[in-house]
């Protein structure tokens, strides 16, 4: 199984800065996915991190408002700009070796913007 | 993305077994059926993944249909630590992405 840190664990930010989360995994992992999960809600996959080159996002989401890095093969960023309020949320990142294996998720960055 | 549907909510007994059914009639022949659960405040759990055979594990068994348009996850003895969203997910092959795509979720309560 994979061991993954998520910092920071929570963050109060004011509207129009940015914030970046950072994923850490304790093993070499073939995928890596970002989530976001609004309050009371289920998750939202925001894009997949792709090493060594650019995110592939999902609809609704684009690279100027949530731009990710994958520099190696244990660590992505995942960064909200600009935010708003509603961009309050728990972001979690998520790796897998291969679809047909389990997933494994942090256990998410509570932002909220004030 | 092929979807998944599951009941919104479904209460259960403690030390009862408790039996989650997911709809997945789009399915395609590639794709794998996950099941994830979320206690509150976590992030998700893997619990148990199959493709065409009947899985089980230490926290779970997973029934898949003959046709594969529908699963259910059968805790054998629910107890209070259980208590979660359960989340039924196809999983694409990974030249598709290999991506998880949530759909909302059982959220199962147990009572003492």
């Known amino acids: 199984s994979a061991v993954i840190s998520q910092k920071p664990s929570r963050d109060i930010c004011q509207r129009g800065t940015s914030l970046t989360i950072q994923c850490q995994v304790d093993s070499q992992v073939t995928m890596m996915f970002w989530y976001r999960q609004q309050p009371g809600q289920s998750l939202t996959l925001i894009a997949t991190?792709?090493?060594?080159?650019?995110?592939?996002?999902e609809s609704g989401f684009v690279i100027d408002k949530f731009p990710i890095s994958r520099p190696n093969l244990t660590f992505s960023t995942l960064t909200v700009s600009n935010m708003s309020p509603e961009d309050s949320s728990i972001y979690l990142c998520?790796?897998?070796?291969?679809?047909?294996?389990?997933?494994?998720f942090g256990q998410g960055t509570r932002l909220t913007v004030v | 993305d092929a979807k998944t549907t599951q009941p919104n909510s479904m209460e259960s007994n403690e030390e009862e077994p408790v039996h989650l059914p997911c709809n997945h009639s789009?399915?395609?022949?590639?794709?794998?059926i996950h099941w994830y659960r979320q206690l509150p405040s976590q992030g998700p759990e893997y619990v148990i993944h199959g493709l065409t055979s009947n899985v089980n594990n230490r926290m779970a068994s997973l029934a898949i249909a003959e046709d594969r348009k529908s699963s259910t996850l059968i805790l054998h003895r629910a107890t209070l630590r259980d208590a979660a969203v359960y989340y039924c997910?196809?999983?694409?092959?990974?030249?598709?992405?290999?991506?998880?795509?949530f759909g909302q979720g059982t959220e199962l309560s147990v009572k003492p």
């Open positions: 789009t399915i395609s022949g590639t794709d794998y």
């Open positions: 998520s790796v897998s070796e291969s679809f047909g294996t389990e997933a494994f």
């Open positions: 997910i196809l999983r694409a092959p990974y030249n598709q992405g290999g991506k998880l795509i």
């Open positions: 991190a792709n090493q060594g080159s650019e995110a592939t996002y």
